[in-house]
């Protein structure tokens, strides 16, 4: 069963730290893009940071300086470390996996091939 879970979320103050963890089962995530997205209530999904497979990153404004991704593949696992964390980081945070052969990729939010279910941040005083 190809699956990906997120975990790491919680409750965070403002100018705090949380790392997210995005740990891949049935498949590897090497030939992966890795894409973190978060959904507030009330508001779309949108896209946090991209890992392509060769490890280009990249993010979203809101998230640059203050949020990086990384990823582990011995541990077939994608992190993502926010700090400086705000009261709008609040939302759902998913990581998603799309296949990248090319090492160059992207992660398009409709092309995207596997979703966690995703792991709650709240961030507040």
């Known amino acids: 069963q190809l699956q990906l879970v997120e975990s790491g979320g919680g409750f965070g103050q403002p100018g705090g730290s949380l790392r997210l963890s995005c740990v891949a089962s049935?498949?590897?995530?090497?030939?992966?893009?890795i894409g973190w997205f978060r959904q507030a209530p009330g508001k779309e999904r949108e896209g946090v940071s991209c890992?392509?497979?060769?490890?280009?990153?990249t993010y979203a404004d809101s998230a640059k300086g203050r949020f990086t991704i990384s990823r582990d593949n011995a541990k077939n696992t994608v992190y993502l470390q926010m700090n400086s964390l705000k009261p709008e980081d609040t939302a759902v945070y998913y990581c998603?996996?799309?296949?990248?052969?090319?090492?160059?990729?992207?992660?398009?939010?409709?092309?995207?091939?596997?979703w966690g279910k995703g792991t709650l941040v709240t961030v507040s005083s």
């Open positions: 998603s996996a799309r296949r990248d052969s090319t090492r160059y990729g992207s992660c398009p939010p409709g092309g995207m091939n596997y």
């Open positions: 049935g498949f590897t995530l090497d030939n992966y893009a």
């Open positions: 890992i392509t497979s060769g490890g280009i990153t």
